[in-house]
C-alpha cells in the first residue's frame, strides 16, 4: 500500500494493487458524508480487435456497450433495487476506451461497496436475454441518429478518421449489434473484466485503511483465472482527415455545426499526455472562451448562442478538438472560425489572455476537487491513460507562451480541419 499527500490539493491518496491484479485508489475526505466509488475497466467501444492466447478475434462493432447493458441484469435479484435499499444511486457508462460503473450514497457505504464490486464480477447471459437486449439498444442507436448533438459529434469523427474505430458510434450500429453472440460476449466479458484489466477508485468520507480491508475481504472470497495478456489491434491511420466536410439532413428547427482538428497521434506517454491536454485546454479556452473576442462577435452577430463550446479528448491512439454549437447560418460560422484560427497563427496569442487562462485553469481545477463524483471520474480516466491526476497543477504552472504557439501551429492547421453540419430538412444552400 502506498500513500501519496498532495499538500496543495489537500488530499491524501493511497494507492494498492491487490493479489489478483486489481488497482485500488482510496481519496478518504473526513469532512464529507457523501462517498463515490467508481470501477472501471480499461475497455471500450474501439476495443473490437485484439490477440488473446496468441488466437485474434475481430468482434462485432458495440459490445462494451452492449456488455454494460447486461451487468446490471441478474437471475436473482434487482441490482437497482439493491442500492436502492442502502440509499445509494448507481449508473454506468461506456466511451471510447473504457466502461465504468458507479454509486453515490451518504450511508451503507460498506454494504454499497459490496454491491458495485458482486455485480460488476459476475455476468448473467442467457439466449434469450441477449435477444432481448438488442431490440432494446437497436431502438436507443436509432434514437441517437435523430438526435442532432449525438449525431453531428459522430459524423465529426466519421470525417476525420479513416480507418481508427473511433469513427464507429460507442454503441455500435443495428446491424452490428444483431451479430452479436452470447459467446462473444462472454468472451470480451472474460477478456478485459479480470480484475487485472480494471481500476477501483473511492473518494468521500471513509477511513482508508478500512475500506482497503472491506475491498481485499470481497476480493478474497472469489476466484479468478490467470490475467489475461491483451494485445489490442488498431489500423494505421493517416495523418489527414478522410473528408473535410459531412453534411446531414435531419428534422431540426435550428441546424448544427462542428468544425474538429485531427490530432496525428494519439502519445503513450502518460505525463506527455497530461502536459499536452493542459495544454491544448488553455489554448481553447483562450481561443473560444465565453471571454474570448471571438465569442461575443459570434454570440453578438447572432451566429451562436451560449451553447457555444469546445473539447479536447486525446489517449493514447487518437486525438481530436471539437468546436461549437448550435448555428443559424452553420456556413458562415465555420467560415468565421476558420479564418479567426488563420489570423491568431499569423498574429500569435495574446500573452495576457493566455495567462488568465492559465490561472482560470488552476484555479477551476482546485475548485473541482470539493466535487467526489468529478474527481473520481477524472482521476480514474487519467489513471487508466496513464496518466497522474495529482500532476495536473504542476503541469498547468510548466505551461507557457511559447508552448501555446507552438502548439496552435501544429494541432489547428487547415489541413487537420474537418467541419460536420446537421441541417433542417428544409434548409437550402
Avoid at 454509486?103 to 447471459?125: E, G, P
Avoid at 458562415?332 to 495574446?350: C, E, F, K, Q, T
Wanted: glycine share 6%.
Amino acid at each position: 500500500m502506498m500513500s501519496k499527500q498532495a499538500d496543495l490539493l489537500k488530499l491524501t491518496v493511497t494507492e494498492h494493487k491487490l493479489a489478483n491484479g486489481l488497482e485500488v485508489c482510496l481519496m478518504p475526505k473526513p469532512n464529507f458524508h457523501q462517498t463515490f466509488a467508481m470501477f472501471a475497466t480499461k475497455y471500450g467501444s474501439i476495443d473490437n480487435e485484439f490477440v488473446i492466447d496468441g488466437k485474434r478475434r475481430r468482434v462485432p462493432d458495440g459490445i462494451a456497450h452492449f456488455l454494460e447493458h447486461k451487468m446490471f441484469e441478474d437471475e436473482h435479484v434487482d441490482v437497482f433495487a439493491q442500492f436502492a435499499a442502502h440509499g445509494a444511486s448507481v449508473n454506468a457508462f461506456t466511451t471510447f476506451d473504457e466502461t465504468a460503473y458507479y454509486f453515490s450514497c451518504t450511508s451503507d457505504v460498506k454494504d454499497n461497496l459490496n454491491i458495485l464490486l458482486d455485480f460488476v464480477q459476475r455476468i448473467y447471459l442467457t439466449d434469450e436475454n441477449v435477444e432481448k437486449e438488442k431490440g432494446i439498444i437497436a431502438q436507443e442507436i436509432r434514437m441517437g441518429d435523430d438526435n442532432p448533438d449525438r449525431r453531428a459529434f459522430m459524423e465529426l469523427l466519421a470525417a476525420m478518421y479513416q480507418e481508427h474505430p473511433v469513427r464507429i458510434d460507442i454503441a455500435g450500429s443495428v446491424e452490428s449489434i444483431y451479430e452479436i453472440t452470447k459467446s462473444d460476449l462472454l468472451d470480451c466479458y472474460s477478456t478485459f473484466y479480470h480484475p487485472s484489466n480494471m481500476v477501483l477508485v473511492v473518494v468521500g468520507g471513509f477511513d482508508a485503511k478500512e475500506m482497503l480491508e472491506w475491498i481485499e475481504q470481497n476480493q478474497s472470497q472469489k476466484t479468478f483465472g490467470k490475467a489475461p495478456v491483451i494485445e489490442r489491434v488498431y489500423p494505421s491511420e493517416p495523418e489527414k482527415p478522410g473528408s473535410p466536410r459531412h453534411e446531414v439532413r435531419l428534422n431540426v428547427t435550428q441546424p448544427r455545426c462542428l468544425i474538429g482538428w485531427k490530432e496525428p497521434h494519439g502519445t503513450s506517454n502518460g505525463r506527455d499526455l497530461l502536459h499536452q491536454e493542459m495544454l491544448t485546454g488553455v489554448l481553447l479556452d483562450v481561443l473560444f472562451g465565453k471571454t474570448s473576442s471571438i465569442y461575443t462577435e459570434l454570440l453578438d452577430a447572432g451566429l451562436i448562442d451560449k451553447g457555444f463550446s469546445w473539447e479536447y479528448e486525446l489517449t493514447e491512439h487518437y486525438g481530436y478538438t471539437v468546436v461549437g454549437g448550435n448555428s443559424p447560418d452553420p456556413y458562415a460560422l465555420a467560415d468565421r472560425i476558420a479564418r479567426y484560427v488563420s489570423h491568431i497563427r499569423n498574429r500569435g496569442i495574446d500573452a495576457d489572455a493566455f495567462e488568465r487562462a492559465r490561472k482560470k485553469a488552476i484555479g477551476r481545477f482546485i475548485m473541482s476537487l470539493d466535487q467526489n463524483a468529478y474527481l473520481a471520474k477524472t482521476y480514474l480516466t487519467y489513471r487508466l491513460r496513464g496518466a497522474s491526476f495529482l500532476d495536473t497543477v504542476d503541469a498547468l504552472t510548466s505551461l507557457s507562451l511559447a508552448d501555446a504557439n507552438r502548439r496552435l501551429d501544429e494541432h489547428l492547421r487547415e489541413e487537420s480541419r474537418v467541419v460536420s453540419l446537421i441541417l433542417s430538412n428544409q434548409a437550402t444552400g
